[in-house]
């Protein structure tokens, strides 16, 4: 007997958040969606998509959070949204759409349209497109604003915290 399984993506621990130090005490936070040899594009807590060009970078601290609260992300033209299709039985059907946020030999890190960062094995990936982000982004169960404090590492321990 001879099964097959299509594994669908399993949700993540948790979320990666980072904090880009551009200055003393000047810090962006959010989730980081990609990265060329010139900038980096991160997703800030508001939902709005920043860009940090590489050389203004001075300090990267990160902060694993079980989940994030983003209301909504809204739209970019820096960013295009990977849309991934896997196999189910003889059909191709839509996996997943986000953004890549981290990979290994075997398996890549999204965070999803809907919120929640998300692990797909590789060899689940039938197919991708890219489309852009023309619209507001509704995250459906994260409308509660965020409720952490990311206290400065040690290098910035005399910044104050944003309220």
């Not at 958040?17 to 989730?31: L, N, Q």
Request: proline residues 4%; charged residues 25%.
């Amino acid at each position: 007997m001879l099964a097959v399984f299509v594994l669908l993506p399993a949700c993540a621990i948790g979320v990666q958040i980072s904090a880009i130090y551009t200055g003393a005490c000047d810090r962006e936070i959010g989730i980081i969606l990609s990265v060329d040899d010139a900038k980096i594009n991160l997703l800030n807590l508001q939902g709005e998509t920043k860009t940090i060009r590489r050389f203004e970078i001075i300090y990267i601290a990160q902060y694993p959070l079980g989940k994030i609260a983003l209301p909504k992300i809204k739209p970019s033209e820096k960013l295009e949204i990977i849309e991934i299709k896997t196999l189910h039985g003889n059909k191709v059907v839509n996996l997943l759409e986000g953004w890549m946020t981290n990979y290994s030999d075997e398996s890549i890190s999204f965070f999803t349209t809907e919120g929640r960062e998300t692990v797909v094995d590789k060899n689940d990936i039938w197919d991708i497109e890219i489309k852009e982000q023309n619209e507001i982004i509704q995250l459906n169960g994260n409308q509660s604003s965020n409720k952490f404090k990311f206290v400065h590492p040690h290098p910035f321990r005399s910044c104050k915290l944003e309220s």
